[in-house]
């Protein structure tokens, strides 16, 4: 949205399989996000990177793996190690003092 | 990082003004107070930003006290459309630190 790319918007796995999500940027912010939002609950940060070949464990990166080898890039790879990934997984680049812009969003289904 | 808390849900009528109010009482002096909107299966949206005293835009209006401990974001005469979650986030302009969003206030207008 507006910058941002988000893709798929849905996605289905089988259990034990790893899946990447991708999160696209044109607007050349130094900054991205990776969160997680399960249903009725607030946003929770999985990685973050400032700049590239870069990137810091959020609050539940256990299961995640990132890679930040281009600034337009950051995807996100969901393991078998994640218990748990059905869930709203949100990209979001930083534009400065506390402020992001967040993409579509892939909602994450494992069947 | 400042941690905060919200109210869990609010209620209100098309018409009215809405607050919420945000409580951070271990804000550092370089915090920003910022607040988001986020629609169901959408990513959040910025509203607005302030440092101290008042802020207004097209929007909304973000009151904050001397103390800052604590900040209210204002919603004149809402409308069922503003029936959406309401995140308050603390931080300070680090280069694309850490973003942390907290449960967020679900507002619901009714007719």
């Known amino acids: 949205d507006g910058g941002i790319t988000q893709s798929p918007k849905y996605l289905f796995r089988k259990e034990g399989q790893n899946v990447t999500l991708s999160c696209e940027q044109n607007?050349?912010?130094?900054?991205m996000y990776w969160y997680r939002q399960d249903p009725g609950q607030g946003l929770r940060l999985i990685y973050y990177?400032?700049?590239?070949?870069?990137?810091q464990k959020g609050d539940i990166a256990e299961g995640y793996s990132v890679s930040r080898e281009k600034k337009e890039s950051f995807p996100l790879t969901v393991t078998s190690a994640q218990k748990n990934p059905t869930a709203f997984y949100l990209c979001a680049i930083g534009q400065g003092i506390g402020e992001a812009f967040f993409g579509q969003g892939t909602r994450l289904t494992v069947v | 990082l400042a941690k905060t808390t919200q109210p869990i849900s609010m209620d209100s009528y098309e018409g009215q003004e809405v607050n919420i109010t945000c409580s951070h009482n271990n804000i550092a002096t370089n915090d920003y107070i910022t607040w988001y909107q986020q629609f169901p299966s959408q990513g959040p949206r910025f509203i607005i930003q302030g440092y101290k005293t008042k802020v207004t835009n097209e929007v909304a209006s973000l009151f904050i006290p001397a103390d800052r401990k604590s900040s209210t974001l204002s919603l004149p005469r809402v409308s069922l459309s503003d029936t959406a979650v309401y995140y308050c986030l603390v931080g300070e302009d680090n280069q694309g630190g850490k973003l942390i969003f907290g449960q967020g206030t679900e507002l619901s207008v009714k007719p």
């Open positions: 990177s400032q700049i590239v070949n870069d990137f």
């Open positions: 607007l050349n912010h130094d900054a």
